[in-house]
């Protein structure tokens, strides 16, 4: 199995080192014909914006497009997220190209900006359930997007109460969403949809590897063989055993 990692803009090489600790094998894509040698696909984080006009002049649109259709697996973290939702609001003027399929609505930076980013600790019980570990995942939330609604087809696996989030963020947009909705709104952070998985955070600046374990638990032709990926959750850490990592990470 090879994952490709798009690798136009932001922390493709942070993906790639943490598929390396867990034994498989990632690669970069820039190109539409280095798709056909890869059997998942992760989006990671970075700016949109940029990623999209890299894509576009790349003429990567219809070749991801494709890549979606066919039903392999696709993960978006933070930009990727964006990309891969059917439609995006909080776009700067004109908009930008989205890859789609998944039938959700996210605002680009519900969160606010760079300075606005903030960590904590988020109930992930589905992941749980097929990795094991802590009830909770350290989260890291960089100038991110959030999830407004869902399709019926759409399942959620993280959310965050607007309340919770208004201690360590004062971005209008979500005092805004709080005042247009019930009380104790929460906002979504990850879903998964048929062959997509989206997260608002980027798990791969942590040291916690079960959400790439979990990913790759979606590609068909190793769900036979899944014992041989063992994700590892901060709890099984130590800081003496850093030397390992070969990136900086949140621990």
């Known amino acids: ?29 820039r190109k539409p014909e280095q798709l056909l040698n890869v059997s998942s696909l992760i989006i990671p984080g970075g700016e949109s914006t940029t990623m999209a006009k890299l ?20 993960w978006g973290t933070c930009a990727g997220l964006i990309f891969l939702a059917n439609k995006a609001t909080g776009q700067k003027t004109g908009g930008q190209k989205l890859i789609g399929g998944l039938d959700c ?17 988020l109930p992930i019980p589905q992941v749980v359930a097929e990795e094991g570990g802590p009830p909770s995942f350290r989260a ?18 993280a959310d965050i109460p607007l309340s919770a ?3 360590i963020n004062s971005n209008p947009a979500i005092q805004k969403e709080e005042d247009s909705t019930e009380s104790g709104k929460k906002v979504i952070v990850a879903v998964k949809q048929g ?19 979990y990913f790759l638990k ?17 709890s099984n850490l130590s800081f003496g055993a850093r ?5 900086p990470i949140y621990q």
Do not use: C, Y
Not at 10 to 23: D, M, Q, T, W, Y
Not at 146 to 157: F, K, Q, R
């Open 1 to 29: 199995m090879v994952v490709g990692v798009l690798a136009l803009q932001g922390s493709f090489n942070e993906h790639i080192a943490v598929l390396k600790r867990l034994g498989v094998k990632g690669v970069e894509v």
């Open 55 to 74: 894509a576009e002049l790349h003429n990567l649109f219809p070749a991801l497009r494709e890549f979606v259709q066919m039903g392999k697996p696709v």
């Open 105 to 121: 609505t996210v605002h680009r930076n519900f969160f606010g900006s760079q300075i606005q980013s903030f960590e904590t600790e």
């Open 140 to 157: 890291v939330f960089i100038r991110a997007p959030a999830i407004l609604d869902v399709g019926p087809d759409v399942e959620v696996l």
């Open 165 to 167: 989030i208004e201690t």
């Open 195 to 213: 062959n997509l998985l989206a997260t608002a955070f980027h798990p791969e600046l942590t040291a916690d590897t079960r959400w790439h374990s």
């Open 218 to 234: 979606m590609v068909p032709e190793i769900e036979e063989g899944t014992s041989d990926i063992v994700s590892t959750s901060t």
């Open 243 to 247: 030397s390992i990592i070969d990136f």
